[in-house]
């Protein structure tokens, strides 16, 4: 149970609902702000919402990797097995700021798609064709 290296679990329920909560957050908070909101069970961009909580799941990991990361010796053998942070936090970092710039530009064409919806005359150019 003590032994990390045969523990097949880089993350807990409660850090991925974190993270999953986290990432929804920044939606509803990020600019512009918009009148769609949504929580955990409502947010419907399913493929980038998961990047944005794997994003910040590597980045987490990555900064408990460097708290962690120290060289050691047993027995003989030399183990440095929490030197992973050079790969989790600019996995981390690159994932997350994806999810944060698709977020930005999604609000932006909701945002855009709202005004341009609400311009012109109820009696529509287009019937005429």
Same mark, same amino acid.
């Given at each position: !149970? @003590?032994?990390?290296? +045969? @523990?097949?679990?880089?993350?807990? =329920?409660?850090?991925?609902?974190?993270?999953?909560?986290?990432?929804?957050?920044?939606?509803?908070?990020?600019?512009?702000? =918009?009148?769609?909101?949504?929580?955990?069970?409502?947010?419907?961009?399913?493929?980038?919402?998961?990047?944005?909580?794997? &994003?910040?799941?590597?980045?987490?990991? &990555?900064?408990?990797?460097?708290?962690? @990361?120290?060289?050691?010796?047993?027995? &003989?053998?030399?183990?440095?097995?929490?030197?992973?942070?050079?790969?989790? +936090?600019?996995?981390?970092?690159? +994932?997350?700021? !994806?999810?944060?710039?698709?977020?930005?530009?999604?609000?932006?064409? =909701?945002? #855009? !798609? #709202?005004? =341009?919806?609400?311009?012109?005359?109820?009696? &529509?150019?287009?019937?005429?064709?």
């Amino acid at each position: !149970e @003590d032994n990390l290296l +045969l @523990d097949n679990f880089e993350f807990d =329920i409660a850090e991925i609902c974190s993270a999953a909560q986290r990432a929804v957050t920044y939606w509803n908070e990020s600019q512009p702000p =918009i009148s769609v909101v949504f929580d955990t069970m409502s947010y419907p961009f399913r493929e980038m919402w998961l990047r944005g909580i794997v &994003g910040l799941l590597f980045q987490k990991a &990555g900064a408990r990797h460097f708290r962690n @990361d120290l060289a050691y010796s047993a027995g &003989g053998i030399n183990m440095a097995d929490q030197n992973k942070w050079q790969q989790y +936090l600019p996995l981390g970092k690159d +994932l997350w700021n !994806e999810y944060t710039t698709w977020v930005r530009q999604k609000k932006v064409q =909701i945002n #855009a !798609e #709202a005004a =341009i919806g609400s311009l012109g005359s109820t009696y &529509g150019w287009f019937r005429n064709f």
